[in-house]
């Protein structure tokens, strides 16, 4: 009798579990496994959010999903709206489209430490240093390099997976 009833409980403890409701999200980078982060909104409050590695769980019903890239300088996020199913998983995916840009500073033949600032539609999104890469989404940015009070304007656009480096001499 102690068996039977050990696997009553076993039972309806599985079947709670299976009630339970969650969104898996998975993060993908030009189509390669990538790491994010999730938020998920219903009726306009939020009610899960974390790292896109574990299920969240989250009430059934209509969601909001936003998934932003770890890592990327222009801190992109696509959001989603998937219909959670009471006991079930549903499951979101987002691939980001991305590119590398570099921006190397020269001074009079030798590496310089110019302010490196990079903007699109005309906001800046980030500053970065002379010779280190950064993630971000493709499309066109102005890159806005300044050395000794003067100045150099580059316009670049960057295509998925492309790694671009952009000089400035002074």
């Known amino acids: 009798m102690a068996i039977a009833l050990g696997m009553g409980l076993c039972g309806s403890s599985g079947s709670a579990t299976a009630q339970e409701s969650q969104i898996q999200c998975a993060v993908t980078e030009n189509g390669t496994p990538s790491n994010g982060t999730a938020v998920v909104e219903q009726s306009g409050k939020k009610v899960a959010s974390g790292s896109c590695r574990r299920p969240l769980p989250v009430p059934a019903g ?12 222009d801190n992109p996020a696509r959001t989603v709206e998937v219909d959670v199913v009471a006991g079930k998983t549903a499951p979101v995916t987002v691939d980001f489209k ?3 840009l570099e921006v190397r500073v020269d001074a009079k033949g030798q590496r310089g430490t110019g302010l490196v600032a990079v903007e699109k539609d005309g906001k800046r999104i980030g500053t970065l240093g002379s010779g280190v890469a950064a993630r971000l989404s493709a499309g066109p940015y102005v890159v806005i390099v300044r050395l000794g009070g003067k100045e150099q304007r580059h316009s670049v656009d960057l295509r998925p997976g492309q790694r671009r480096v952009v000089r400035a001499q002074f």
């Open 98 to 100: 991305t590119a590398v």
């Open 62 to 73: 209509k969601s909001k999903v936003t998934i932003r890239l770890d890592g990327a300088l």
